[in-house]
T-cell receptor
Framework: EADIYQTPRYLVIGTGKKITLECSQTMGHDKMYWYQQDPGMELHLIHYSYGVNSTEKGDLSSESTVSRIRTEHFPLTLESARPSHTSQYLC???????????FGSGTRLTVV | KQEVTQIPAALSVPEGENLVLNCSFTDSAIYNLQWFRQDPGKGLTSLLLIQSSQREQTSGRLNASLDKSSGRSTLYIAASQPGDSATYLCAVRRVETSGSRLTFGEGTQLTVNP
C-alpha cells in the first residue's frame, strides 16, 4: 500500500549523539517536508524539498540537515543532539499541483 | 474511512470583512483538528490546533471552533486583510492508537481584495 513511513517512532538518546530520522514514501510524490511540533503546539516547517537534489530551510531555524538523493527518501540528521532538540518530528509528502498532503506518524525524540 | 470536506472551495471578499470557513468530517472519533494555511509554493503553516476535548481556540484575529459530535469545525477570520489571501486547510487526526496520519480537506482558497 502506498504510504509514508517514519522510523524510529520513538527515540531517547544522550546529548552529543548523532542521529538520523528516516522518512520514506512510496507514493511517487515530488515534494517532501519535515515539520517540528511540540505537544499541543503548532507545526513548524524546518526543511522542504521539491525534488531530487533540492533542499531548502523552512520558517523555523533548525540545526538539522537533510538530503534528497532519491525521490522516495528524505532523511533528517542531527550532528550533535541537545536537550533543546526534544520534540516530535513529522515528515510529509505531496504532489506538485495538488493540495493534499500525507503526513507520517512522526518520530518523538527525547534528548537527555 | 475518514472524509474531510471544506466549504466553500473558493471565496473572494473585500478587505475588512469578517468571514467563516467551514470544515466537516465523517468520523467523529478524532484526536485533534488543525487549521493550516498554505501560501503558493510554500509548505503548510499551522494556524490553530484544537484537541478533541476543546470547543474553540483563538489566535489574534482567528477563532476556530469544534463540534465533534456533529463533525464540524469553523474558522472565523475577523477584519480580513489582503495578507490573509491563501489556501486554508483543515485536517483531523484520528484517535492516537498505533500512530495516525492527518486527513486533510481539499481546502478553501481565500482572496481578500484591497
Amino acid at each position: 500500500e502506498a504510504d509514508i513511513y517514519q522510523t524510529p517512532r520513538y527515540l531517547v538518546i544522550g546529548t552529543g549523539k548523532k542521529i538520523t530520522l528516516e522518512c520514506s514514501q512510496t507514493m511517487g510524490h515530488d515534494k517532501m517536508y519535515w515539520y517540528q511540533q511540540d505537544p499541543g503546539m503548532e507545526l513548524h516547517l524546518i526543511h522542504y524539498s521539491y525534488g531530487v537534489n533540492s533542499t531548502e530551510k523552512g520558517d523555523l531555524s533548525s540545526e538539522s540537515t537533510v538530503s534528497r538523493i532519491r525521490t522516495e527518501h528524505f532523511p533528517l540528521t542531527l550532528e550533535s543532539a541537545r536537550p533543546s532538540h526534544t520534540s516530535q518530528y513529522l515528515c510529509a509528502s505531496g504532489r506538485t499541483g495538488g493540495f493534499g498532503y500525507t503526513f507520517g506518524s512522526g518520530t518523538r525524540l527525547t534528548v537527555v | 474511512k475518514q472524509e474531510v470536506t471544506q466549504i466553500p472551495a473558493a471565496l473572494s471578499v473585500p478587505e475588512g470583512e469578517n468571514l467563516v470557513l467551514n470544515c466537516s468530517f465523517t468520523d467523529s472519533a478524532i484526536y485533534n483538528l488543525q487549521w493550516f494555511r498554505q501560501d503558493p509554493g510554500k509548505g503548510l503553516t499551522s494556524l490553530l490546533l484544537i484537541q478533541s476535548s476543546q470547543r474553540e481556540q483563538t489566535s489574534g484575529r482567528l477563532n476556530a471552533s469544534l463540534d465533534k459530535s456533529s463533525g464540524r469545525s469553523t474558522l472565523y477570520i475577523a477584519a480580513s486583510q489582503p495578507g490573509d489571501s491563501a489556501t486554508y486547510l483543515c485536517a483531523v487526526r484520528r484517535v492516537e492508537t498505533s500512530g495516525s496520519r492527518l486527513t486533510f480537506g481539499e481546502g478553501t482558497q481565500l482572496t481578500v481584495n484591497p
